[in-house]
């Protein structure tokens, strides 16, 4: 079910005490991410009586206002929240938030995202609650190719297509879904070797930056089924194949949280489809551009991209 339109002070006081709460779980997701980007991972300390997190995303806290917290708070990372009881409006870094009727609703961190940020919560006595945040930095795989420049030359037909398609992909990320997705456990989509990394960044001639890879590729031969990874609705199924994505498929998980599935050999869903976790969307490929078959599986919430790695938790083992 879709309808169009998109979801889309600080009080410091006593901000330290409250970041000093986040810092055990924080300094934890750091560790994990460092080590899912390739570097040294550093050691954190358990104490005796605690058990370990089993995974990123199962991190829990209760913070002294009220808040519940489950998941990294960490740059790349999402969180599912339960606002405090009797909250009638929830803003995110002064931007509304919407609810579910539980309280509960859900965050993201960029790639880039800064070290600090804000929940604030009205509640119904009108009260005002703010709960600040201590995001943990990551460490990015980076390539330097200093002989080589950022940017081939454009091709004509490229410049004369992008526009529209480009045009496409923000229109479906305008839609707003129905959905619970958001809520559940994610899959890999395909299981098998991972190819690019999240986050991972190429320096040019003239230290000029490329785009850093905005999700996870999966490397397995054409044909290969391709799952939902949660349930969804179909907010863009490319008729065509896209210049650089290929046969490219979006589903919104709801709460603008939606998934891109690039270079599919076949699309099996329709727009306005809604899919289940683990239901067959479509098939493996190397549409668009693309030097072999794979799948690159990119998460975004809001203008915030996710890394699949923090999400889905580590890539099962293959049989």
Known sequence: MMRPGGHRALHWLGAAVLIATLATATATATATARAVAGARPVPVATPAAAKPAPSVMGQRLLTQTGFRLSGPLIQGGAVIG???AG???LSFNGAPLPMAPDGRFLIAFDRDAPPTAMLSATLEDGRH???????????WNIERLDSLPRFAQPSEEFNRLRPAELDQINAARR??????????PFLWPVVGRLSGMFGSQRIYKNGEAGSYHSGSDIAQ???TPVMAPADGVVILAADHPFTLEGNLLMIDHGMGLN???LHLSRIDVRVGETVRRGQRIGAVGMTGRATGPHLHWSLKW????????????PMPVVQ
């Open 175 to 184: 839609i707003s879904v129905i959905s619970s997705g958001w809520q559940q």
């Open 221 to 223: 031969p054409a044909g």
């Open 87 to 89: 909250t009638t409006l």
């Open 259 to 261: 998934s891109a599935f």
């Open 302 to 313: 809001r203008d915030s991209r996710i890394d699949p790695l923090l999400l889905a938790g």
């Open 82 to 84: 339960t606002a405090p």
């Open 129 to 139: 609650v703010d709960q600040p945040l201590a995001v943990a930095a990551r460490a």
